[in-house]
């Protein structure tokens, strides 16, 4: 097969990936084009709609370790989360627990590493509901920037 027989082949095989990937139905180069330059305009409109909806959906990990008197909440975040802080800061708050220790971090990601410890005269809880009232925390903050 001759250069110019084998590049035209390639050229062919790949507008007939593009239309299988783009759910063309056309059939000239051109239409495959206008087909694919729709569909990613389509598909960006997702992303944005995905990040105006989910973009407070950040994948958060918590973890909560207990400690004789007390726990290590660690909460991190790849994204920035504004106001987030304060949301955990009023949950410690609701579970009387006071922060002893804390380092944060609110620029390019979220990050928390933060010893808490039980008020005097507040039920024992226990490392599990810690880790959920922070998780509700995050619920509320994500809601809260939604609305």
């Known amino acids: ?5 084998q590049r035209r082949a390639t050229l062919l095989e790949k507008f007939q990936q593009l239309r299988a990937v783009t759910g063309s139905r056309a059939v000239n180069k051109a239409s495959i084009v206008v087909d694919a330059s729709e569909y990613i305009t389509k598909l960006k409109e997702r992303v944005e709609s995905f990040e105006e909806e989910g973009g407070t959906n950040l994948p958060m990990e918590v973890n ?13 975040s790849e994204g920035s989360c504004p106001g987030l802080l304060v949301f955990i800061l009023e949950a410690f ?25 039980e008020e005097d005269g507040v039920e024992r809880i226990d490392a599990e509901e810690v880790k959920q009232a922070v998780l509700r925390a995050i619920t509320s903050w994500s809601e809260d920037r939604k609305g």
């Open 1 to 5: 097969m001759a250069p110019r027989d």
């Open 64 to 76: 909560v370790e207990a400690l004789e008197r007390g726990f290590r909440i660690n909460v991190y």
């Open 93 to 117: 708050e609701g579970l009387g627990l006071n922060v002893q220790d804390a380092r944060v971090s609110c620029s390019e990601n979220f990050s928390l590493e933060a010893v808490g410890e």
